[in-house]
């Protein structure tokens, strides 16, 4: 079966699910379905039961939801389609990288499996989307880059911008404003004292950008 057979419902818990273990090893729990979706834990206690029902999820009473075997498959198809129709939206029809997030959301679902892959072959088979996020290939394979939350690097450290999360559009414009985007190297330097905030360099550029947490939370980086 396709994932294209399953109800858009279904499609968004999946794709859901993966999306709060892609980059982090905590236990996804409904509660965190909830706030990640927007609907009551007691809908997405209902849609959990009748997944595991369906062998796309386990789940023990009070306990983590896991994806099955299955249910993987069927969410990296999902996250296939989001990131090959951001780089289309991006790279062909000139979106801004803070335009395509929802715009991917609603287009994903209307997708064919053959339509999938002829926007893969006509994109030049991409590996990471505009946001840095690495695309699953046609199999399921999926390269996550080597990378940590900007949060956790020391000062004096030197660091390339691997990915950035998607979805705060004015978090996107503020750091394209100022240069930081994926592939570009940042100097982090001392940040004021008892603050939240990291101040960083684009080496490439002039001048110092002051992050806060939000900003840094949502920026992965991997070490020079």
């Known amino acids: 079966m396709s994932v294209s057979d399953l109800s858009i419902s279904t499609q968004n818990y999946l794709k859901v699910i993966w999306g ?20 009551k834990v007691s809908s997405v206690s ?9 062998g796309l999820v386990s789940h023990a009473r009070y306990g983590a939801v896991e994806l099955t075997e299955v249910g ?9 389609r989001h990131r090959l129709l951001e780089t289309f939206l991006v790279q062909t ?14 287009l994903e679902h209307a997708m064919s499996d ?28 999926l390269t996550r880059p080597d990378a940590v939350l900007l949060s956790t690097v020391e000062p004096g450290v030197r660091v390339t911008v ?12 503020y750091l394209s404003a100022q240069g930081v985007v994926p592939g570009v190297d940042l100097v ?17 550029g002039t001048g110092t950008i002051s992050l806060g947490r939000q ?3 949502a920026l992965h980086v991997s070490r020079g």
């Open 46 to 54: 209902d849609a959990v039961r009748k997944l595991t029902a369906q």
């Open 114 to 141: 053959f339509m999938v892959e002829r926007l893969d072959a006509f994109l030049g088979h991409p590996d990471r989307d505009p946001h840095g996020d690495p695309i699953p290939s046609a199999d399921g394979v």
């Open 72 to 80: 993987r498959k069927y969410a990296l198809d999902m996250v296939r």
């Open 93 to 106: 029809l000139a979106y801004n990288w803070d335009q395509v997030h929802d715009e991917a959301e609603n």
């Open 188 to 204: 982090i330097t001392e940040a004021a004292p008892f603050s939240d905030a990291v101040l960083l360099q684009v080496a490439d």
């Open 215 to 217: 900003a840094t939370e």
């Open 162 to 173: 691997e990915r950035i999360n998607d979805e705060d559009p004015a978090l996107l414009q």
């Open 20 to 39: 709060l273990s892609e980059w982090s090893d905590d236990p996804v729990t409904a509660t965190d379905i909830a706030q990640k979706s927007g609907l």
